[in-house]
């Protein structure tokens, strides 16, 4: 079981809610589910089946490039972050 | 950069008589740091380039205490500051060499080329004026002489005539009690424009207390580089202190009138000049006292 | 893996002399410029005068009829890649956007944008022929503040931009290409609670990354279709990828060949040149050169954002922060991108904060594309946290160390963008700062000040591989992907040498081209030591692996029954140095070649804090830096020299940004000073010493502990100097640079 | 093409003839004619100095020297600081100080550092500084590299007394 932290400028997709726990092997799962439970999610994070351009996972504080790949066998806390450039 | 054919000639004739025939299309290279960037980056075009620097009389000078400083034009600014007698006998001129540019542009730049670029901002020029030099200049019809302060004409622009170019440089021997000095301010510490320039140059009386005689010269606060006359008169009896040092600063104000551009503001350009002329009377008269 | 403590260590925390040294103080290094080629062309480009135009028409037949012209290239040349979005390692790409970027297409969108580039037998041929291109543009009205192009009736620069907010886009097009929003805790609470409130706004200008060398490229498009680069880049593999998609072959027809690099900080991850030399080289059949000047740089490459931040805490009498709320609005130039996201999640990174939210918007104007700059975003917004926590500190009474202490984010500290903090040395950082000499010294005389700043940068982890050969005569050659822009090779070099036991001088270090090399994303982010060192670790393994396999082979044995202690391996009293058995290598079996490649998906989280002392003269507004301390948390210092160097370079480069460097823009949009001579950067007579500290809090992500060190150090500068400004004047300067006329004209208006 | 003018000169201890147009810079004639590749290109405007070399006996900005005004003099550039194989103390002080990050500005550096020890062999903090204020560096802050003009001095002054 993994927490899903969802990012505020979602927050009126769910109703103000700011995290959920979701039960998923990985994170295209979990958004999956979120998507399910606050329709619309999927849409403002993904692109297709990928998670948009610009958009990273972090987790338990990680960053991932495995994308919605991401294993969250784990994992207690899922966040979305903008990518981080380094000069 | 488009090409030019390259001249050196051997003697001023020579050299002027390629100035008269090229005319605008000509353009002298003394220690090329200025004139080389302007050509490259086409802000000035020449079809022949006259590298002076085989004339004699152009790279070198004379000092002796009686007669004065012949600076020939192209003398680049590291020799001026590298002896020790000019440096006692013109403490600002010493100043203003040593800080254009850094140590590779002084190893080739030249008081003549400063004076002849006509940069409202030049570094030597307003000790030149504050020293009383006279520009020695050579045309095709003989040679003529001009204050320095009377040199340039407008940014980038001087009273060099067709066919004509400056020579030499002469400065009047150094008068007992003097001293000078010239700062800028910048707001690196080196390789910079002015943002202001001032050179002060004073004479005191035996007692070392009283102002005799002073010249007030300013850089890049009007077209080009100031005689402040009316603070210079003013000078002349005044207590040497510091209340003197600030009026002089004041009235030098009321003759500037300089831009606004990346370097400064008028309005912090206006106030640079009080404190400049301030700093540099305080030198000058704490050189004057040491004989320096 | 566990970090291993320091005294422990053969080779870490040793000053072997760099590998590449000798080449590099006799002038034999090659950098980008330096590669010549027979029948080698020279190319040079065309750029806008104008900062916000439409192209109405380009003639160029005068310029190809120009005897030596090779050839002539302007937008039409290069294929169109729609919508396509390329993921450069760092980050994503609109490949149109950086396409027009390389070479205008309909608009020019700042003064220096390139429109056509020639090729021929000289640049100075290739410059007349430039003359003689006919442009036809209509003149736009330009837009650089960025507050200014945010607004509703502001000069648009793109139709088909439209603002992003987290997934959702605007209705109309906009200059505002993404609004981030990071929110924790209940802010309006954490305000009622503070009884202390500040909240101030905070300007920054554009400033450039510096490099002294310009941006160069040479290519050559073989008969075959094969494309080989010679560039001066921080990364071949996105250099090969970007060309690649610019001029529409697969990645695999391009070999970029890494030069050594002058300088990067961030600016050379993007191409510029390296598309348009391909173009004219396939255009021309010759190898192709171009090469910038100055002037170019600074108009034609990557600032950083100038910045809008405003910022508001709340704290309670004891210094508790209760909360903070955060405004920033980033240039990004001509096109989108820019390093908004970091900007919000390093505003209050530092600090503890219960309550918070951060807005963030990214903004296009008619200023170049803006590119990364040493730990890109964090240092406009440290300068604006940094300088309200002062006044607070000053508010309150408190002294601003114990503040900071306080309130110091710590391991399981809860960011305000949402996750938590592993080990980090925030508090072991200020913990120096408060043992060091220099806090502690006396600071005395009028117009002096001293000032302190803690900064942030995440550091990144991404890709790297690298190779590594055992030679007969017990040395190995380290094959990896990095480019060296500060003595990679031989931190690199080094952490074989502790892995095998060898010395430094026993590795020698190559960094290889994109077909020798495994990927390797960019040398940036503070990255390589980090994480190519890790592949070098591994790589080092694998060669241990090897070795005790074939000393099994030897003594007859299982190759578990091999101790390693140091470069020897032994078993039952028989013992073999990693030397000898490397000269029997061939014999005993295959060649060793170890080998190891990394995705280490973490940032290492870097903590420093600098001690500025200045004086102010009151009279011209002029700062003086008398004295300046560098902290930082390394995680381990590999080679110590070159942590130090990293901390010194990257503070004097925020004392440039905090005192003089900016663009000055005049009313059309263009830049004034594009030159090191109005531009002033900080020469040697413009600062003092820079004393360092270096804080060891080992990173558990890596065997050695390293965390990195690039970016951290340009963060504190500005903050730590107009904080220090404020104490020698009483004055808070809110706009950078605190510059001369600036600083005079606050010290009137006081 | 345009007219070539041949030029007579000593650089680094060798007569060296080349030809030249008028525009070329002295720089260039370095690099691309005889190439010698040491010297840089920072600026191309004489603000960086990473083109230093040493013309007759003083330091000058490469860039700013006409190819054609060199016939007759001597010039020493960065690769001719070695001798008979051996780093010169002020390279090897510059390598163990770590004077050095990505090396572009070095070559102007070494240049104009040995120049200064030539001319005063015990210069002040303040003096190193002013004298290569002519010379930029973005990578170090200065700190390390006049630290090691600083003990190529020690060095120097050790080896002649």
């Known amino acids: ?52 351009p610009g958009l990273q996972v972090a987790i338990d504080g990680k960053m991932s490039s495995r994308g919605v790949l991401a294993k969250l066998d784990v994992a207690r806390e899922v966040h979305f972050l903008p990518v981080i450039g380094g000069g | 950069m488009k090409n030019f054919e390259y001249a050196a000639p051997a003697n001023v004739e020579s050299a002027t008589a390629l100035l008269e025939k090229y005319g605008d299309a000509a353009k002298i290279l003394a220690g090329g740091t200025d004139i080389i960037v302007q050509l490259r980056e086409g802000l000035r075009a020449a079809d022949v380039v006259i ?130 000095a010239y700062l800028r301010f910048i707001p690196r510490n080196e390789m910079d424009i002015a943002v202001v320039g001032a050179a002060s140059w004073v004479q005191l009386d035996d007692s070392g207390e009283s102002i005799q005689s002073g010249r007030i010269a300013l850089a890049a606060v009007a077209p080009v580089p100031l005689y402040a006359e009316e603070a210079s008169s003013w000078l002349s009896g005044q207590p040497a202190t510091a209340a003197t040092f600030v009026e002089a600063g004041e009235l030098a104000k009321n003759i500037v009138s300089p831009i606004s551009d990346m370097r400064g503001t008028a309005e912090y350009r206006q106030h640079l000049v009080g404190v400049l002329v301030k700093r540099t009377l305080k030198i000058a008269v704490e050189r004057a006292r040491t004989n320096q | 893996m566990k970090a291993a403590t320091s005294d422990e260590y053969k080779i870490l925390g040793t000053r072997p002399i760099r590998h590449d040294g000798a080449d590099k ?106 003359n003689l291109i006919q442009v036809d543009y209509e003149i736009l009205e330009p837009v650089l503040w960025v507050l200014d192009a945010m607004a509703e009736d502001a000069p648009l620069l793109h139709e088909n931009v439209f603002t992003d907010s987290m997934g959702e886009a605007s209705e109309k097009p906009s200059n505002i290409e993404k609004h981030l929003h990071f929110e924790k805790g209940d802010i309006e609470q954490g305000f009622a609670e503070a009884d202390i409130v500040i909240e101030r706004e905070f300007k920054t200008a554009s400033v450039h990354q510096g490099y002294i060398e310009p941006h160069v490229a040479t290519a050559d498009w073989n008969e075959d279709g094969q494309l080989r680069i010679w560039t001066s880049t921080q990364g071949s593999f996105t250099v090969r990828h970007q060309t690649a998609e610019l001029v529409g072959i697969p990645l695999s027809r391009v070999t970029v060949y890494p030069c050594e690099i ?9 191409v510029y040149l390296q598309p348009v030399a391909a173009l004219l080289s396939r255009k021309s059949g010759r190898p192709v050169k171009l090469v910038m000047q100055r002037d170019e740089v600074f108009e034609g490459t990557g600032p950083t954002p100038g910045s809008f931040v405003r910022v508001k805490l709340g704290a309670k009498n004891d210094g508790t922060l209760t909360a903070g709320k955060a405004w920033i609005a980033f240039d990004a130039g001509a096109f989108p991108g820019g390093p908004i996201g970091p900007g919000c999640m390093c505003v209050f990174s530092c600090y503890d904060l219960p309550h918070a939210t951060v807005d963030g918007y990214n903004v296009c104007n008619n200023k170049p594309k803006t590119q990364a700059y040493r730990a890109p975003g964090s240092t406009h917004v440290a300068y604006a946290t940094e300088n309200v926590l002062d006044e607070i500190a000053g508010e309150l009474d408190l002294d601003p160390l114990d503040l900071r202490l306080k309130n110091a984010v710590k391991e399981g500290s809860r960011r305000v963008d949402g996750p938590v903090y592993p080990e980090i040395g925030c508090v072991e950082v200020l913990e120096a700062v408060k043992n060091s000499e220099h806090w502690n010294a006396p600071l005395e005389g009028p117009y002096r000040g001293r000032g302190l700043a803690l900064g942030f940068w995440f550091n990144c982890g991404l890709k790297s591989s690298a190779t590594a050969n055992v030679n007969t005569d017990g040395t190995v050659t380290l094959i990896e992907g990095s480019t060296d822009i500060g003595g990679s090779r031989t931190s690199l070099a080094m952490q074989l040498a502790e892995t095998l036991g060898l010395t430094a001088e026993e590795i020698h270090p190559q960094v290889a081209d994109t077909d020798s090399v495994g990927y390797t994303d960019v040398t940036g982010g503070s990255r390589v030591t980090f994480a190519t060192g890790l592949a070098v670790c591994k790589a080092g393994e694998d060669i241990q692996k090897q070795m005790r396999q074939q000393a099994a082979v030897l003594w007859d044995c299982d190759a578990n029954e091999i101790e390693i202690s140091g470069s020897t391996f032994s078993r039952n009293g028989n013992s073999i140095s990693f030397q000898e058995l490397a000269a029997k290598q061939l014999q005993l079996g295959e060649p060793i070649v170890g080998r190891a490649t990394v995705a280490p998906d973490c940032s290492t989280n870097g903590f420093g804090a600098h001690i500025a002392d200045v004086e102010v003269d009151p009279e011209t507004g002029k700062t003086t830096v008398l004295r300046y301390t560098a902290i930082q948390d390394a995680g381990k210092a590999i080679h110590p020299s070159y942590v130090e160097g990293q901390m010194q370079g990257g503070a004097v ?69 107009t904080i220090a400004i404020h104490n020698a004047t009483g004055v808070y300067m809110r706009e950078l640079p605190a510059s001369p006329p600036r600083l005079w004209k606050a010290l009137q208006e006081a | 093409m345009s007219k070539k003018i041949h030029v007579t000169t000593t650089i680094n201890g060798e007569p060296i003839e080349f030809l030249c147009e008028a ?42 020297v006409l190819g054609v005004e060199v016939e007759g003099a001597t010039i020493e550039t960065v690769e001719g600081i070695a001798q008979n194989g051996e780093l010169h103390p002020i390279q090897q002080c510059f390598l163990e100080g770590a004077a050095l990050q990505c090396g572009i500005c070095t070559p102007g550096f070494l240049v104009a550092a040995k120049a200064l020890l030539e001319k005063n062999p015990h210069p002040s903090e303040e003096e190193i500084r002013f004298n290569l204020a002519g010379n930029l560096c973005r990578c170090t802050g200065y700190d390390k590299i006049v630290r090691s003009v600083q003990a190529a001095a020690s060095q120097l002054q050790e080896t002649t007394s």
């Open chain 1, 1 to 52: 079981m993994a927490t899903i932290f969802i990012p505020a400028q979602l927050k009126e997709l769910s109703s103000g809610i700011g995290h959920v726990d979701v039960a998923a092997d990985n994170v295209g799962e979990a958004i999956r589910q979120l998507d399910a439970r606050f329709p619309g999610m999927k849409q403002r994070l993904c692109a297709g089946d990928e998670l948009k």
């Open chain 2, 51 to 180: 590298d002076i620097k085989n004339i004699p009389e152009i790279v070198d000078y004379q000092y002796s205490a009686d007669v004065g400083l012949q600076l020939g034009a192209a003398t680049p600014c590291y020799r001026i500051y590298g002896d020790e007698e000019l440096a006692k006998a013109y403490p600002a001129v010493l100043d203003s060499t040593r800080i254009i540019g850094g140590w590779q542009i002084q190893s080739r730049a030249s008081v003549g080329g400063n004076l002849c670029n006509a940069s409202p901002a030049a570094d030597s020029i307003p000790s030149l004026i504050a020293h009383q030099a006279t520009c020695h200049i050579a045309g095709p019809h003989g040679r003529r002489s001009v204050a320095a302060q009377d040199f340039c004409t407008g940014p980038g622009r001087n009273t060099l005539e067709q066919g004509e170019m400056l020579v030499a440089l002469t400065l009047p021997p150094s008068k007992p009690n003097s001293g000078s």
């Open chain 3, 25 to 130: 103080v006799t002038g034999k290094a090659k950098y980008g410029a330096d590669v010549q080629f027979a029948n080698l062309a020279h190319g040079k480009i065309l750029r806008s005068p104008h900062a916000h135009a439409r192209i109405k028409s380009i003639d160029t037949s005068a310029a190809e009829k120009v005897p030596g012209v090779f050839a002539v290239i302007t937008a039409n040349d290069f294929p169109d890649p729609q919508d396509k979005i390329a993921d450069l390692g760092e980050g994503p790409v609109t490949l149109s956007h950086l396409g027009s970027n390389v070479m205008a297409r309909g608009k020019v969108l700042y003064k220096g944008h390139a429109v056509a580039a020639v090729a021929a037998t000289s640049t100075h041929v290739a410059e007349q022929a430039l």
């Open chain 3, 262 to 270: 002058g300088g990067g900080f961030g600016g050379k991850i993007a």
């Open chain 3, 653 to 721: 480069q925020g004392i440039g940004w905090a005192l003089n460097e900016e663009y000055f823009f005049g009313d059309a949009g263009d830049m004034k000073n594009a030159s090191f001579l109005d531009y002033r950067m900080p020469t040697c007579l413009d600062v003092p010493m820079i004393e360092t500290i270096i804080v060891e809090v080992p990173n558990p992500d890596h065997p050695f502990g390293v965390r990195g060190v690039g970016e951290t150090p340009i963060v504190p500068p500005p903050a730590a100097i």
């Open chain 4, 23 to 64: 525009r070329h810079s002295l720089l260039e004639v370095l690099r691309d004619s005889l190439g010698l590749t040491g010297s840089k290109e920072g600026c191309n405007n004489g603000n960086c100095g990473a083109c230093t070399v040493m013309l007759n006996g003083v330091p000058v900005d490469s860039c700013l």
